[in-house]
C-alpha cells in the first residue's frame, strides 16, 4: 500500500509569523510525518516549495503523474490544489473550495473524493458537500491529519479496487 498512497502536508503560508508559530508548524508537521510515514510517501515542509502556489501545483502534478497512486492524501493548501485536479482517489483535509472546483465531475471522481472540514471552514465544506457526498464536518474543533488518520486509514483500506 506504501507505494499507492502520496500525503501532501500544508504549506506555512504567514508571512509575518513569529518564532513560536514557525516552531509550532514544524512539530505538527513532524507528528504528522511520523504518523503517516508507513501509510504512504509523505511531503513535508522539507520537500515541499511553499509561498509559491504555482511551483506547489506543479510539484504535487509532477509526483502525481511519476508515482500513479491509488489515492492522494491533501492536507491544508496542496488539499487545495488537489481539488482543481479532477482525478479519482483524493482525500483531502481543509481545502479552500470554490464554485469553479465543482463544475462536470464524473460520478466515478464524486464517489471516491473525499472531504474534512473543521470548525474554520464551513463555507468550504458547505461548497463541496453540494457536489461531493463522501464528506465531514467538524463544527466544534480545529482538525489537521492526525485527527482523521483512522479515518484516512478505512478509507483506503476499504476502496483498494479503485
Known sequence: ???????????????????????????????????????????????????????????????????????????????????????????MVNPKVSFEDLNNIPDHIRESTFGFFDKYHEKDYERFLSVYPNSAWYPETSIDLIDVKSLINTIINSNEEL
Open 1 to 91: 500500500m506504501k507505494n499507492d498512497v502520496l500525503i501532501f502536508l500544508g504549506t506555512f503560508d504567514k508571512m509575518d509569523a513569529s518564532m513560536e508559530e514557525k516552531t509550532d508548524f514544524i512539530i505538527g508537521q513532524n507528528e504528522i510525518y511520523l504518523e503517516y510515514k508507513s501509510m504512504g510517501e509523505v511531503f513535508d515542509y522539507r520537500k515541499l516549495p511553499y509561498n509559491d502556489p504555482v511551483r506547489l501545483k506543479s510539484f504535487i502534478s509532477e509526483k502525481i503523474k511519476e508515482s500513479k497512486p491509488k489515492w492522494i492524501v491533501g492536507e491544508e493548501s496542496s488539499a487545495t490544489i488537489l481539488m482543481d485536479m479532477k482525478i479519482p482517489g483524493r482525500i
